[in-house]
């Protein structure tokens, strides 16, 4: 069975860093692309990075510069890496994937592209 699990969330002041991880378990597509994406209270799911099997990143605008999306194979792990948080960051970080699906060649970032989706993990920055 499928499975994502989020770690890494917390509280920290503005200016801080974090570090987001994903574990995968139970996948065995060779091709895939997994995303986090976030959700703010009454906001709707937005894409934040997303990185595929072949390495391929795309970052949204709002984190371009501060928020790194990186895998290791070996572990089956995904990381985000989210440095000079801003109080805007606060939302619930989930991790998603997207496998078994037709090759997208521009990495996506829409939630309608994911089939697959963690419980979350609670990112809050203090100003």
């Known amino acids: 069975q499928e499975q994502l699990v989020e770690s890494g969330g917390g509280s920290v002041q503005a200016g801080g860093s974090l570090r987001l991880s994903c574990v995968a378990s139970g996948y065995i597509y060779s091709n895939y692309y997994m995303a986090w994406f976030r959700q703010a209270p009454g906001q709707e799911r937005e894409g934040v990075a997303v990185i595929g099997s072949n390495g391929a990143t795309r970052h949204a605008d709002s984190v371009k510069g501060r928020f790194i999306i990186s895998k290791d194979n070996a572990k089956n792990t995904v990381y985000l890496q989210m440095d000079n948080l801003k109080p805007e960051d606060t939302a619930m970080y989930y991790c998603?994937?997207?496998?078994?699906?037709?090759?997208?060649?521009?990495?996506?970032?829409?939630?309608?592209?994911?089939?697959?989706w963690g419980q979350g993990t609670q990112v809050t920055v203090s100003s």
């Open positions: 998603a994937a997207r496998y078994g699906r037709r090759w997208l060649t521009e990495p996506p970032l829409r939630r309608d592209a994911f089939n697959s």
